[in-house]
């Protein structure tokens, strides 16, 4: 097969991980509904705004009907430097809880609050309380809960780390930056859902890979920021899917570095800090 040929079929397998539309509009839908209903019950400023795969167009369907995808959100309070990271946590986990429709959904996650939705939705809702890092541009603080039941802060930079993916990701085409609402609650569809450049077909592609070789160790598979950051690493304006795999395969060990014994992967130079 030519190299356009395996472009074309390459695309067209990427294309089969997409949610239905029918599933990312429900998932909108829940999640402006939230990101409002917070706002309306909160004294703060909160400023509610996706994060991770949803965010940058690399969500995959589950891999079998009982399994679900996620969600990620932050909902970032402003004005609230003085709340300790627990009482923070609880800020929203009290907004959520007091809700006839959220409570019975409701769960605590080590850093978020988790709002599981009906088996037919298949999918579930990650909300990360922070407040904003006055230290670094655009950075947040999100909360942490150890094993010992200790909360803290950890430095987190999802629209840092979704602008520089942003920049990666685009070859010829101009690429708009996702536009705000009025409101204090970006919109998560900017952009068809249908409508992804070549790194991020690749993305999807190896995310798949990922779940088909874990798919009885759940636990062990590789985290999807590491999948996201080293291709988006190396990716070289490839123009087709099946062209971006193979640069992306060749080339991601070269993102990798060995300290001591570990394997350590940067963060992008533009990003000083994210999760």
């Not at 029918?22 to 996706?50: P, Q, R, W």
């Not at 602008?163 to 070859?171: G, L, N, P, V």
């Not at 204090?184 to 190896?206: C, G, M, W, Y």
């Amino acid at each position: 097969m030519t190299n356009d040929q395996l472009n074309c079929l390459f695309l067209r397998v990427a294309e089969e991980l997409d949610i239905s539309d029918t599933l990312f509009d429900k998932a909108v839908t829940s999640y402006m509904a939230l990101g409002e209903y917070i706002n309306n019950h909160c004294e703060c400023l909160v400023n509610v705004y996706t994060q991770g795969s949803f965010r940058l167009g690399t969500v995959i369907r589950p891999l079998g009907e009982e399994d679900e995808y996620d969600l990620d959100i932050v909902s970032e309070v402003s004005g609230t430097q003085t709340l300790s990271p627990e009482d923070l946590k609880q800020l929203i986990g009290d907004i959520l809880s007091g809700s006839k429709r959220y409570s019975s959904m409701l769960e605590e996650k080590k850093r978020c609050w988790r709002i599981e939705y009906s088996d037919e939705a298949q999918f579930h809702m990650d909300i990360t309380p922070a407040i904003p890092d006055t230290t670094v541009s655009s950075a947040i603080l999100i909360t942490n809960k150890s094993n010992n039941g200790i909360c803290s802060f950890m430095v987190s930079n999802p629209k840092g780390y979704s602008e520089w993916f942003d920049i990666r990701k685009a070859t010829s085409e101009i690429i708009q930056k996702m536009a705000l609402f009025e409101t204090s609650v970006e919109p998560a569809k900017t952009k068809d859902n249908k409508h992804k450049l070549p790194l991020q077909r690749a993305i999807q592609i190896l995310k798949r890979h990922r779940d088909k070789m874990f798919e009885d160790y759940p636990d062990d598979k590789p985290i999807s920021i590491i999948i996201t950051t080293l291709s988006a690493m190396v990716y070289n304006g490839e123009l087709g899917v099946y062209d971006s795999l193979v640069k992306v395969l060749e080339s991601m060990h070269q993102a990798i570095t060995v300290e001591n014994g570990k394997y350590y992967i940067s963060n992008p130079e533009s990003v000083k800090n994210f999760v």
